[in-house]
């Protein structure tokens, strides 16, 4: 697989994918944070289990938008095949140091072997209406997505860093498996979403307790109306 990207494996499909798995993951972290904290749980099993609801959150608003799908064995967890790729949205294990343990199961490694499916009549365009076969794949040729030397499909994997209390990040790029060290190698790793900064100038102008002289309010003396003569 020659060193690449998202934005340019998905080509003018991107923007309307990178929107629909923000949006999706969004909505699947705030439902699996807001059961967690219900629960009252100090553990976060059901919090890390929401890699299944990911999956076919995604996959939904792919297939809603007219994409197909390629089922991974041996586990039959569907994918979305969009431009000729295949998108895989993975919460990153709290205990996981590194991208490798993607690779862990059978079924995820099967996501790097996936063949290119069979021509379609029509696959929508980014606008969504059908572009006609001939001039799609035309046009993949030209951009080097689709040739003679590529094998199987390009696994554009969405990565979620997320506690119960914040979800963290979203990155995506174009994953590829190094079979001897069972190695996954990023390209075009960029992070489609990651929380607004907190605005520091409103603490500013706000003086620290440790340091500088206290100042208090100022009271200036009244003369006292009829007041008896003692």
């Excluded at 297939?63 to 895989?88: A, E, H, K, W």
């Excluded at 506690?163 to 994953?175: E, G, H, M, N």
């Amino acid at each position: 697989m020659p060193q690449t990207s998202p934005i340019q494996v998905l080509d003018t499909h991107a923007d309307e994918v990178r929107s629909f798995v923000v949006h999706r993951v969004l909505d699947v972290h705030d439902r699996f944070a807001d059961a967690h904290q219900m629960s009252g749980t100090n553990y976060g099993y059901v919090f890390g289990g929401q890699w299944r609801d990911l999956l076919d959150a995604v996959r939904k608003a792919a297939t809603d938008r007219g994409y197909r799908t390629y089922s991974l064995p041996p586990g039959g967890q569907r994918l979305p095949v969009i431009n000729g790729c295949l998108l895989y949205a993975w919460r990153v294990p709290d205990s996981a140091r590194t991208v490798s343990s993607f690779a862990s199961s059978p079924t995820r490694r099967s996501g790097f072997t996936a063949p290119p499916l069979d021509p379609m009549l029509f696959e929508p365009g980014f606008t969504g209406e059908a572009e006609e076969l001939g001039d799609w794949l035309d046009d993949l040729e030209l951009k080097g997505v689709v040739g003679e030397a590529q094998a199987v499909m390009p696994l554009v994997l969405v990565m979620v860093r997320s506690t119960p209390r914040r979800l963290q990040s979203i990155d995506w790029a174009v994953a590829e498996l190094e079979v001897d060290r069972r190695e996954v190698i990023l390209h075009g790793l960029e992070t489609i979403w990651e929380p607004e900064p907190i605005d520091g100038a409103l603490t500013a102008s706000v003086d620290s307790f440790d340091s500088g002289t206290p100042t208090g309010p100022k009271i200036e003396p009244q003369e006292e109306a009829n007041r008896p003569d003692a």
